[in-house]
């Protein structure tokens, strides 16, 4: 009877897995990406349609699309506006991938190039498009920038660990010195010398406010780089322009979005150090007559009688066994919570798209944390079928900690024989240098900083076709930025009697508003005429922004109220009050013939108010070429190439990011305290140079863009020459003057490279798809003149020198340690000779801060409803200064905590060869290349998978359940032993993070 049950049994399981076969076969499931054959761009709103039927779908935002219920003999139409219609039979496959090829005489298949339309097969500049996944993923971020890392060949990228923190981003090297601020708070808000521009839905943004931006928003990031494409920013465009979209309505019944995101990251320690023990420590102290240390206190002294040479043994071994880990107590695991909602859909006449997000960021350290608040309303109309109308609306608050007190910073002034509570922590005496508490949690609770901004942006356009190819066009915009800067010193109780602000305590605030409205007008002209098609655009743009700054300083708080109100009334006061005005008038043109050559023009006349009037007005222009030879009759039979395209372009931009209104138009303030007959005096805010110039680039750029099997290998090869003059640098002038510095134009720099970008569809099946894709570029950058100088020292900006990069490692040379003494060497710059110590002119280059090789490599796998991708990013050649191992040795002598191994590298008799000096001789003006590291690296950025359930789960009326799980900075490959090859200075390294995660779309 047994045996017949398990028979029985065993046969139901089979039939009823036949039954799930023979169903299978019967309703299939498919689901694909559809691109473009000669970009490989994924298409949105592309029609997906059974044929003979009106059944349907559309692609997403990432040119995916999902199609249930088909069987094996059903095809699928696949069409787009501007591309020939496809059709595929499904047979038995679960994944059907599609390229679409552009109809060659279509006058709608156009993209946007910079602000203007143009056919996609007619851009001559050089324009990468950054794959939109990265944000779909759902990768949490603080700021959106740090997910562009490796993505684009040219696009190098710093990531922060600080939570909210933006990246530093350059596009083909640095193309500037820099700018000069009075103050670092300045400097952190205006140093955009060397930055991108940045243009959002067609309006400029600052970098300052990345982390009041959702990424989830963004569909779609263009990396503008050469000369050409450029040329309609004008004087903003020299460094480079990063374009984004925002998501809009796609035409369909309203679909909704829900993904949540729970992250956690546990702190990554400090990189490759390892600080010393409390053995090490205590024999440290005792060696070094550290007179202020237990291992000295606890040391026997001539004249100690037998009781208290017994006291001082058993207190030394009881401190010899503590070992506090000040990492984990100043740390914790950090935590993100990341909440989305999303709604679009419409008609063929209205389409919108509404979205929300939360985002809670506490950081790997105590008291650093992160969280951003954001919501869109993107809005399309169709008056008519020749008008439309749009409104896009987003509002953005961002808020994060800005501690003056670097946890990091904080662990090496704690001894590993202290403990959480101790009545006295050795190093940390209130009052000296930026100690103002002794206890660690004081200096991180009782001595903080916020960051709050508010970012609202709304923008309108109108779109109106006068006939066929031509059609006008007005867009009005206005953004409304508003930051505080808010830093509170508590006062320190155990000092009650002092009268320094370090124990009083202080309150100051600085809030900044902007407030830029932008009018550009236009019209734009696209017609083919046989196989001529000319294209053309021309049009003016206006942009005033309004700036007002305010701030105060009050020294004196109450501990017993909240520190706003109980300020002192005495309080030192701030306001500014500026504007700034662009004026642009543009003009593109283009022609292509035969869909195999194409020449292109560009002008821009811009006007910036920064500057005196007679040298506010600078043109801007830029030509290119292309040859299209798939399409030459001797090549168009050929399989092996699908597209074989050689561009060719030229540009000439011009940078103002080192340019603020101060330094070259004369700006009054009122002074401080200074008075005559009982009135504040006016005083020039900076001495300005009236004879100031824009920076001005000049630069060529040759690409060859192919496909290859179909295009199952694709991509571009890119060489540029950049040359830059009328360099900006602050310049030390005779004190006579009344000011001790000027900014001037004073060089010019090169920045030379290749780029290489290539993707491949490794392995396509019926099932199975695994897609790779690689960028690398390498920029030799070079300063090849400064105005009959062969190097110049700039105040604290930095050492220049002809022939070198503008960011080189100058520092003096280490010779090692004189054996006889115990004091530091140096090779002589002039003749190799070993000395001492030196002026700042002993020091020479040891290479650049700026990696020459920076890239990405990324592979993603698909398996039905299974998609696991994978990211890792290098970079290699540059130099980084290990600042916490220095800053720990610096201060041994004050009972700071060096590094494990440290007692054993120092000199401490004559005849020791060792590879570190006696510590007194450590001084705060000892930067030299013993602290220099290569910083190259290559890191395994992230790992995502998601699964796609909502097959199997079948819920009705949801289109999709994906889960997610991902990790992060998993692994990274270096010789550096700093915090982290990325991180300059003392800061947070880039923490692992691991993630789970949901997405609903119904």
């Known amino acids: ?122 851009i001559t500049g050089s324009v990468s498009k950054i794959d939109t996944k990265v944000f779909s993923a759902g990768t949490p971020a603080g700021s959106f920038d740090q997910l562009l890392q490796g993505q684009v060949a040219g696009l190098a990228i710093q990531a922060s660990g600080e939570p909210g923190e933006k990246a530093k981003i350059r596009i083909r090297g640095n193309n500037s010195f820099g700018v000069r601020a009075k103050d670092d708070a300045e400097l952190s808000a205006a140093n955009r ?18 982390n009041t931006i959702n990424p989830d928003d963004i569909v779609d990031i263009r990396v503008l780089k050469d000369g050409l494409s450029t040329v309609e920013y004008g004087t903003r465009g020299a460094n480079g322009v990063i374009e984004i979209k925002t998501k809009r309505g796609i035409v369909g019944k309203t679909t909704y979005n829900v993904r949540y995101q729970h992250t956690v990251k546990p702190i990554s320690g400090l990189g490759g150090i390892e600080l010393m023990g409390s ?15 237990l291992g000295f206190i606890y040391s026997p002294k001539p004249g100690d009688d037998e009781d208290v040479l017994l006291y001082k043994q058993r207190k030394y071994k009881e401190l010899e066994g503590k070992n506090t880990d000040w990492l984990e107590e100043l740390s914790r695991v950090g935590q993100v ?39 869109r309303l993107n809005l399309d109309h169709n008056l008519n079928k020749d008008m439309a109308v749009g409104v896009d609306a987003s509002i953005g608050r961002s808020q994060r900690s800005q501690s003056k007190s670097s946890p990091a910073a904080l662990i090496y002034t704690l001894q590993p024989y202290e403990t959480p509570g101790s009545e006295e922590f050795i190093a940390r005496t209130p009052g000296s240098g930026s100690v103002n508490f002794a206890d660690p949690f004081d200096e991180l609770y009782k001595q903080y900083g916020e960051n709050n901004s508010w970012r609202i942006d709304l923008n309108s356009r109108f779109n109106w076709t006068l006939q066929d190819g031509l059609n006008a066009k007005a867009s009005v915009g206005m953004t409304y930025n508003d930051t505080e800067y808010d830093n509170v010193n508590l006062p320190n109780e155990d000092f009650p009697n002092q009268t320094s602000s370090k124990y009083l305590g202080s309150l100051s605030k600085n809030e900044s508003k902007s407030l830029a409205t932008r009018v550009n007008l236009g019209l734009n002209f696209i017609r083919n005429y046989g196989d001529h098609m000319i294209t053309a655009r021309a049009g003016t743009e206006y942009i005033l922004t309004n700036y007002w700054s305010f701030g105060f ?35 593109q043109a283009s022609y292509g013939y035969d869909d195999r050559y194409d020449i ?19 043109s801007a222009w830029g030509v290119g070429g292309a040859w299209n030879a798939k399409n030459e009759s001797w090549l168009t039979n050929t399989e092996l190439f699908d597209q074989l395209k050689l561009r060719v372009s030229y540009g000439v931009n011009y940078n103002s990011g080192g340019i603020r209104q101060t330094l070259g138009l004369p700006f009054y303030d009122f002074t401080a305290s200074d008075t005559y007959r009982g009135q504040r005096t006016l005083n020039l805010s900076e001495f300005y140079n009236p004879d100031l110039r824009f920076e001005r680039t000049k630069q060529w750029s040759l690409a060859l863009d192919y496909g290859i099997l179909e295009h199952r290998i694709y991509g571009t090869v890119e060489v540029y020459t950049k040359n830059t003059d009328d360099l900006l640098a602050s310049i030390s002038i005779p004190s006579s003057n009344g000011y001790n510095d000027l900014l001037q134009n004073i060089g010019s720099l090169r920045n030379r490279g290749i780029e290489v970008q290539v993707s491949a569809v490794s392995v396509r099946t019926d099932h199975f798809r695994w897609t790779t894709s690689m960028n690398f570029s390498y920029n030799v950058n070079e300063i090849t003149d400064l105005y009959s100088q062969e190097e110049l020292r700039v105040g604290s900006e930095g050492y220049f020198k002809v022939g070198e990069p503008v960011n080189s490692a100058f520092v003096k040379h280490w010779a090692g340690v004189n054996p006889v003494n115990g004091q530091p060497l140096y090779y002589s710059r002039d003749n190799g000779d070993l000395i001492y110590s030196g002026p700042a002119k002993q020091t020479i280059g040891f290479g650049t801060y700026d990696h020459p090789l920076t890239g990405g490599f ?37 009972g700071e905590v060096p590094y494990d191994g440290f007692l054993g590298d120092i000199w401490l008799k004559p005849g020791d060869e060792k590879p570190l000096p006696y510590p007194k001789f450590f001084t705060g003006t000892s930067v030299n290349s013993l602290f220099l590291e290569n910083a190259s690296y290559i890191r395994w950025k992230n790992i995502i998978v998601r699964y796609n359930l909502s097959e199997k789960l079948n819920i009705k009326g949801v289109q999709a359940i994906k889960l997610t799980a991902q990790a992060n900075n998993l692994l990274t490959i270096t010789g550096y032993e700093g915090i982290d090859p990325e991180i300059t200075g003392v800061g947070q390294p880039l923490p692992r993070s691991f993630t789970l995660g949901f997405d609903v779309t119904f």
């Open 1 to 122: 009877m047994g045996k017949r049950l398990t028979v029985l049994v065993l046969l139901s399981i089979f039939l009823l897995g036949l039954g799930d076969i023979t169903y299978a076969q019967k309703q299939l499931t498919v689901k694909g990406i559809i691109t473009d054959l000669e970009t490989g761009e994924a298409l949105i709103g592309v029609n997906v349609v059974l044929k003979g039927t009106t059944s349907g779908v559309v692609t997403n935002y990432d040119g995916q699309y999902k199609f249930g219920g088909l069987v094996s003999e059903n095809v699928l139409v696949f069409s787009y506006i501007g591309y020939e219609d496809q059709e595929v039979q499904v047979g038995n496959r679960t994944i059907v991938d599609i390229q679409l090829k552009p109809e060659s005489q279509t006058l709608e298949a156009v993209m946007v190039f910079g602000e203007s339309q143009k056919d996609t097969r007619s």
């Open 193 to 210: 010398a060397n930055e991108p521009l940045y243009i959002m839905n067609g309006t400029p943004i600052s970098s300052e406010v990345f």
């Open 279 to 293: 053995a090490e420590k205590l024999a440290l102290e005792r060696e070094l007559s550290v007179v202020s240390g």
């Open 337 to 375: 919570k990341d909440l989305q909602f999303s709604m679009s859909g419409g008609s063929d006449d209205t389409r919108f798209y509404l979205s929300g997000s939360y985002y809670d960021e506490e950081g790997g350290y105590k008291n650093s944390w992160a969280k951003r608040f954001t919501t």
């Open 553 to 587: 300083k009050s020294v004196g708080l109450s501990p017993k109220v909240d520190p706003v109100i109980g300020i002192n009334p005495n309080s030192k006061v701030n306001s500014n009050k500026r504007s700034e005005a662009l004026l642009g008038t543009y003009a």
């Open 600 to 618: 292109s023009g560009s002008f821009r006349y811009d006007g910036s108010s920064i500057l005196p009037e007679d040298k506010r007005f600078v």
């Open 858 to 894: 990324t592979n993603i796998f698909n398996y039905k409803d299974l998609e696991v991708s994978t990211l890792f990013t290098f970079a290699w050649g540059g130099v980084n200064y290990n600042n916490l191992k220095a800053l720990m040795i610096r201060n041994v002598k004050n």
